[in-house]
């Protein structure tokens, strides 16, 4: 049994020492293709590999058809839109995600965005605190819970809507549940987003739901760039000089909201929420448990295609 680690943005080395031992163990055989530049090294790499463990790495029909022994792909994370699960399901192929083995890691970049953002991006002048401003938690995940867990710390008065999550969920956390997106944008001073990426959620934050937000407003995004609709975003930030948006997604628009709103916009070069050391070991090894279960077992526990 062959197993593959695709991933273009690697693993700490940990982590690929961790998953090795597991698949050994099981008697299997890894590979291992890291910081790829091309599909074709994917393409290539897929050939004779039975299952593939891969971060944002796009698995597409073609990289399925190119792949003609593989049962399952894991994506080591939370988020699955990189993954064609029809075509997976078409051609027979198993796709899990390990959900909940990063999300702290996501959690704890999204304050550090937040700080870094009321500080003026360390730029020496005077900004303010987070102690005692509103947090809107869009959608209440393994991330969302993380992220109200830490802002609780920093002395943050909690709110979140999840159309998919019971009130008393939510409460019993200690936050107060709203009914809709748009009161929670209304109520709240900075918004931290954690909702996937879907035909529903694409474009989904626009003009009309962030101009609700009051003065001085922040977005945090460490969920998706799809979820935003850019233009209005930017149409937003020229007719709110208050807003501050900050992302570890780089939006398609980079270059024009970098450049008309350096003092309020910032992304991370490359996304790295999920790019510690104990994320990567927990979301890695979670995988090669998925897989080895998977073969050996014939667990499907966390497939998310039918
Ligand atoms: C996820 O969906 O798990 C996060 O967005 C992290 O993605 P990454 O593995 O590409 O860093």
């Known amino acids: 049994m062959k197993v593959l ?12 020492d961790g998953i090795r031992k597991e698949i050994e163990a099981a008697g299997y055989e890894l590979a291992l293709l890291e910081k790829y530049t091309e599909k074709k090294q994917l393409l290539d790499a897929v050939k004779d590999a039975n299952a593939i463990i891969i971060r944002s790495d796009i698995i597409d029909a073609e990289v399925l058809d190119a792949a003609k022994d593989l049962k399952i792909v894991v994506r080591a994370g939370a988020g699955y839109d990189n993954v064609d699960l029809d075509s997976a399901t078409a051609h027979g192929v198993c796709v899990m995600n390990t959900p909940g083995q990063n999300s702290n890691a996501v959690a704890e970049l999204a304050l550090g965005l937040m700080v870094f953002a009321v500080r003026n991006f360390y730029n020496g002048t005077s900004g303010t605190e ?14 969302g819970r993380n992220v109200a867990r830490v802002a609780r710390g920093f002395g943050m008065e909690i709110y979140a809507y999840d159309a998919f999550c019971p009130k008393e969920v939510i409460e019993k956390d200690g ?15 900075v918004v931290s987003l954690h909702i996937p990426a879907t035909a529903e959620t694409k474009n ?12 001085g407003a922040m977005l945090v995004n460490t969920a998706r760039k799809e979820v935003i609709n850019e233009a209005e975003l930017i149409k ?12 570890d997604i780089m939006p398609s628009a980079h270059a024009e909201l970098a450049e008309k709103f350096a003092a309020r ?24 448990n998925q897989i ?3 073969f050996k077992d014939g667990c499907e526990k966390f497939r998310v295609n039918k």
């Not at 996304?271 to 090669?288: F, L, P, R, S, V």
């Open 175 to 189: 936050a107060k549940a709203v009914d809709s997106a748009e009161e929670l944008y209304a109520t709240c001073d």
């Open 292 to 294: 080895v279960g998977f």
């Open 265 to 288: 916009y910032f992304s991370t070069p490359k996304k790295m929420g999920a790019q510690t050391a104990e994320a990567n070991i927990n979301a890695g090894i979670a995988a090669a």
């Open 204 to 215: 989904s934050i626009n003009y009309a739901l962030l101009n609700k937000m009051p003065k």
């Open 130 to 143: 987070l102690m005692g401003k509103k947090l809107g938690i869009h959608a209440y995940g393994n991330v």
């Open 5 to 16: 680690i695709a991933t273009d943005k690697p693993f700490a080395k940990v982590a690929v």
């Open 236 to 247: 937003l930030m020229e007719d709110r000089v208050d807003f501050k948006y900050v992302t």
